[in-house]
């Protein structure tokens, strides 16, 4: 039985609800990526929410990408933890134990090994379009953060490139789930057989299971086993950016980070431009913004139009239809009929405008799929952060209508005010932690 799905909504209310989100995980330092599940600092989550925090104050929000770069790695990794004081999250440092293995990880603060997309300059970018709707006190201090960061997110952008695409074919790999932010999506069901735990897998006890009440939400016990063991791949390599790359057993070509990094490489360029950066830097970040875009492209399947991901492992594409596989969306580079087929896809039957569901917003996995599992993480809910992606890649590319669609749908989505990291796409339930931070960053951006 269909549950009546009437959410209206106020943008203001919202907005304030937003705020208060965001206030109250601000542990001074950080702003935790949610209040109980996640304690500490996420790397893609600390880019929205400093967007987010734009609207409450420019300096605040340069404070959180600053507080990240200061994480940085030696060697221009960011990491996909920077770990507060408090406990609260497994795995935490220790399991991880970069500062005693890795010589480019820092002593502190402490984080994890591995990275996650490179959404940075994207969102240094939006600061300082806020910044500049603001005070010349805004003004400056965006100006400002563009100044400081500018070089740290070019060796980020230029990492990528040396240690995960050394072929320059384009599209950038992955070496855990984890690091492409959509930990369990079917996309990676396959790469992960290859995963095979060991008998001498350290033995751990899952805190998530105990915060999340409904255990279907988040990833199964198997797949745990298959993320911990990777980090016990990634601890016998000591973090070694080059041996890691050798000997890690999950190793993907990912479809989607790669489009985040050609247009957030395209972003900085932009920046570095404008902010008399070095022109040689600038010209490679638009080299390697070219090269992703037109790798990206050049992913998609013929028959769908759906950009894939590619095991380097196997050497196989994989052929899985999930949300990833709009990546050309978020980049752009196809010609323009094959980008108004892609964008009407997103938005019709199959997908956004799929009858079932109760507002109009992308779910990770098509409810006409085989692997659509309505409530479980990364194989089938709403993620109101994605959205937001989306929403922003189709302004920049001129698809005006269709980002105010996934806006004002987005919205009824979340008129509960719960602030949810993700949500049930045919009854509009919320799911997993409430008042995450980056979904409550990303509605005030767009109530803003
Ligand atoms: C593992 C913090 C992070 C997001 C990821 C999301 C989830 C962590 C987890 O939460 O991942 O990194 O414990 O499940 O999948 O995208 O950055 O919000």
């Given at each position: 039985v269909r549950r009546a799905f009437r959410r209206t909504y106020d943008v203001t209310d919202l907005a304030m609800g937003a705020a208060d989100v965001l206030r109250s995980n601000d542990i001074g330092t950080m702003v935790t990526?949610?209040?109980?599940?996640?304690p500490h600092m996420w790397s893609w989550d600390a880019a929205f929410i400093s967007i987010g925090l734009a609207h409450l104050g420019v300096d605040r929000a340069g404070q959180e990408i600053r507080t990240l770069l200061a994480a940085?790695?030696?060697?221009g990794m960011i990491p996909h933890i920077v770990y507060g004081?408090?406990?609260?999250?497994?795995?935490?440092?220790g399991r991880w134990g970069t500062a005693e293995l890795s010589?480019?990880?820092?002593?502190?603060?402490l984080t994890s090994g591995i990275c996650q997309p490179p959404v940075h300059a994207i969102a240094v970018g939006r600061i300082l379009e806020v910044a500049r709707r603001g005070s010349a006190e805004d003004r400056a201090a965006g100006e400002q953060l563009v100044r400081d960061s500018w070089d740290a997110l070019y060796r980020w952008h230029a990492w990528l490139s040396q240690y995960r695409d050394p072929d320059g074919t384009g599209l950038i790999a992955v070496v855990h789930g984890w690091e492409s932010g959509?930990?369990?999506?079917?996309?990676w069901d396959q790469p992960y057989t290859a995963v095979v735990p060991g008998p001498d897998l350290p033995p751990y006890v899952r805190l998530d299971r105990e915060l999340v009440r409904?255990?279907?939400e988040r990833p199964t016990d198997l797949e745990y086993d298959r993320y911990l063991w990777l980090i016990e791949e990634m601890r016998r390599a000591s973090y070694d950016p080059v041996k890691v790359y050798d000997t890690c057993s999950f190793l993907v070509a990912d479809v989607f980070v790669s489009a985040i990094f050609a247009v957030a490489s395209d972003v900085l360029a932009d920046l570095g431009e404008e902010f008399g950066q070095p022109a040689a830097h600038v010209a490679e970040l638009r080299t390697w913004a070219a090269r992703s875009r037109a790798a990206v492209a050049a992913s998609?399947?013929?028959?769908?139009?759906l950009a894939r991901d590619f095991d380097r492992r196997t050497g196989?594409?994989?052929d899985v239809e999930t949300l990833?596989?709009?990546a050309p969306l978020i980049c752009g580079g196809l010609d323009a009929d094959a980008e108004r087929a892609l964008l009407a896809t997103l938005h019709g039957p199959r997908w956004?405008?799929?009858?079932?569901?109760?507002?109009k917003v992308p779910p990770?996995?098509?409810?006409?799929?085989?692997?659509?599992?309505?409530?479980?993480y990364w194989r089938g809910p709403q993620w109101p952060v994605v959205s937001w992606l989306f929403g922003w890649a189709h302004a920049r590319h001129g698809h005006t209508a269709a980002a105010a669609t996934l806006r004002t749908e987005t919205l009824k989505l979340v008129g509960d005010g719960?602030?949810?990291?993700?949500?049930?796409?045919?009854?509009?339930e919320a799911l997993g932690s409430r008042m995450q931070s980056w979904t409550a960053a990303v509605i005030l951006d767009w109530c803003t």
């Open positions: 990526a949610a209040p109980a599940l996640y940085q790695w030696a060697d004081d408090r406990g609260g999250y497994f795995p935490g440092p010589a480019s990880a820092p002593q502190a603060p959509m930990d369990n999506s079917p996309r409904d255990g279907a998609c399947h013929p028959e769908t139009g196989q594409w994989i990833a596989g709009f956004a405008g799929h009858p079932e569901l109760v507002a990770t996995v098509s409810p006409d799929s085989a692997g659509f599992k309505s409530r479980e719960a602030f949810s990291e993700y949500y049930e796409p045919v009854t509009g």
